[in-house]
């Protein structure tokens, strides 16, 4: 940063040492932000708000209130209004920090630093990089949608027959399918997996654990001390084969189909199952029977679920009526002719670093 600023920081506050560490793109990013202050609530031209500035309260203050200087920063005010404003955009649990009147001096001092940070950025001539100007963009594209999204209802609003007829006709999605947890002792051989197989299908859940680290190929060299011995081995869930919601990458179809072949919880598989070049030894160590969601068990999903659809309509409705105002032409030969550079592959991470044998 420039002489300047750094000086009206203060010598040896935290600030001073934040201000001199800040990279010329920390300070662009900086000025993004609070040019996106500014420019939504008018700090650098305080009597000159928009023109239901007076009907709206902003922190329960009047709109002569509002308008009232409560710091300059060389020819730019901050106002009453722009300092509620800040207030009033933190989250609730945030805005508490600010009870007393030492930290709201606090807050005032950082809209202060923000806004010397911003003045130091355009007197370098940030303000017309490529990058700030796409994160400007950026921020009032999230500005735009969020004015296309007021007026929604929040999802308790929903009327109860919408949220009842979406039930009725997506029906399938609330058919929960059966799932089975399933663990595996991970062989060699099969030679090796049948001698073990009748000791495997005498244990208890510790006992297996125990064969698990002692057997298995893929346990881990240093099993760790939070996971609890009979979680030994294990694979994670699975639906049926037929299934293809319930697919897991670390369970093997063969495993998978095993799996679904045992009905109560510690059964053992009464056969060594051949797949992905090791024969494995499977356990099954939790099961969920098929389950059709009732309407009030899926109200929330529904509700959230419809207005995240109202939203897409409202943007979709907001982009058709921009391209009608602003005629969008794609030049198609040139965007063929951008190449993007592979990313080089990473070396495979050593065999101890994954635990692998």
């Known amino acids: 940063m420039g002489e300047r600023s750094s ?9 001073t040492r934040r201000a001199r560490v800040f990279a010329p793109g920390a300070v662009a990013l900086v000025l993004v932000c609070w040019s996106a202050i500014s420019c939504h609530h008018g700090t650098s ?16 203050l009047s709109a002569d209130q509002a308008a009232q200087v409560v710091a300059r920063v060389g020819d730019r005010a901050i106002t009453l209004g722009d300092y509620a404003a800040t207030l009033e955009r933190m989250d609730q649990f945030d805005r508490l920090r600010y009870q007393s009147s030492e ?8 809209i202060i630093d923000a806004e010397l940070l911003a003045e130091e950025a355009r007197t370098m001539r940030l303000d017309e990089l490529p990058e700030t100007q796409q994160a400007i963009r ?9 004015e296309a999204r007021k007026g929604l209802p929040a999802p308790a609003d929903i009327p109860q027959q919408e949220v009842r007829a979406y039930y009725e006709a997506h029906g399938e999605d609330f058919r929960e399918p059966a799932r089975r947890r399933v663990a595996h002792i991970a ?28 057997h298995s190929l893929d346990a881990p060299k240093k099993p760790s001390p939070t996971q609890p011995i009979e979680m030994a081995g294990d694979l994670g869930i699975v639906g049926p084969p037929s299934d293809p919601r319930g697919d897991n990458p670390r369970v093997p179809a063969e495993v998978r189909a095993a799996a679904f072949e045992l009905d109560a919880i510690n059964d053992v598989y009464p056969r060594a199952v051949q797949a992905a070049g090791r024969w494995h030894i499977v356990r099954l160590t939790g099961k969920t029977d098929p389950h059709d ?3 009030s068990e899926a109200d929330r999903t529904i ?20 391209r009608k105002q602003f005629p969008v032409v794609i030049d198609e030969q040139a965007l063929a002719s951008v190449r993007v550079a592979p990313i080089a592959s990473a070396p495979p991470p050593a065999a101890s670093a994954i635990g692998g044998p």
């Not at 930290?103 to 950082?110: A, F, G, P, V």
């Not at 950026?138 to 969020?146: N, S, T, V, Y």
Request: no cysteine; net charge positive; hydrophobic share 40%.
């Open 187 to 214: 062989l060699a051989n099969k030679e090796t997996a049948t001698g073990l197989l009748p000791i495997a299908q005498k244990t208890n859940a510790a006992q297996w654990g125990e064969l698990v680290r002692k």
């Open 138 to 146: 950026q921020i009032l594209r999230d500005a735009l949608l969020e």
């Open 293 to 295: 969601r009732t309407l």
């Open 103 to 110: 930290r709201r001096k606090e807050l005032l001092q950082e």
């Open 45 to 60: 031209q305080p009597s000159k708000r928009g023109p239901d500035a007076g009907a709206q309260s902003v922190g329960g």
């Open 7 to 15: 000086r009206s920081f203060g010598a040896g506050s935290g600030r």
């Open 303 to 322: 509700r959230v679920s419809l207005l995240q659809a109202k939203i897409a309509e409202r943007e979709r409705a907001l982009e058709a009526e921009l």
